[in-house]
């Protein structure tokens, strides 16, 4: 006796609700409310972003997306998750090569990702500009240059490649040259 497809299909169906139906929903919503949490806390100007408060909630949102990333890389939000555990972990918890990784695994699972050459020019950005690694950045910038040609940051990639290992003041003196008649 033949099985009807319209049965296996049911039952596949229903293995793939199981294996990232509830869990995921569950984490979802812890995310969402973590995610308001913390977006109620930057609209009250009487908590500063480097209170404990604040940054504990940091770190419980940023677990939450590194807990959802890794039981679900291939998740439609697991591209955004990526991308807002990259943003915390460099402005807030001070982890830039963390937030190096996370735009590494964004490149990595979705490298034809409306933000993919985004990740790669904060790559570039943070070796330059948090970790002081010039070579690292200039590899990086380069890299950027050459794979999106045309993006929307690829002035500002030449910006930062021409003033690459620039101190402030001579920075500060080359723009100023520049906007001289």
Request: proline share 5%; net charge negative; aromatic share 14%.
């Amino acid at each position: 006796m033949k099985t009807p497809y319209y049965f296996l299909f049911a039952v596949a169906l229903a293995m793939l609700w199981m294996a990232c139906g509830p869990a995921t929903s569950e984490a979802e919503a812890e995310i969402t409310r973590l995610e308001g949490q913390l977006e109620s806390m930057s609209s009250d100007s009487s908590i500063s972003p480097f209170s404990a408060e604040f940054q504990e909630t940091v770190q419980a949102l940023v677990a939450a997306y590194e807990d959802y990333i890794a039981a679900n890389p291939q998740q439609p939000q697991t591209a955004a998750y990526l991308l807002n555990a990259a943003r915390y972990h460099e402005s807030y918890l001070m982890h830039p090569q963390k937030a190096i990784a996370h735009y590494e695994r964004y490149r990595e699972l979705f490298p034809d990702g409306a933000r993919a050459g985004d990740a790669l020019f904060n790559i570039a950005w943070i070796y330059h500009n948090s970790l002081k690694d010039t070579q690292m950045a200039k590899t990086y910038y380069e890299a950027f240059l050459a794979q999106y040609p045309g993006h929307k940051l690829e002035k500002s990639a030449r910006f930062e490649l021409e003033h690459l290992g620039m101190s402030d003041e001579e920075l500060f003196e080359s723009l100023s040259k520049d906007s001289l008649p």
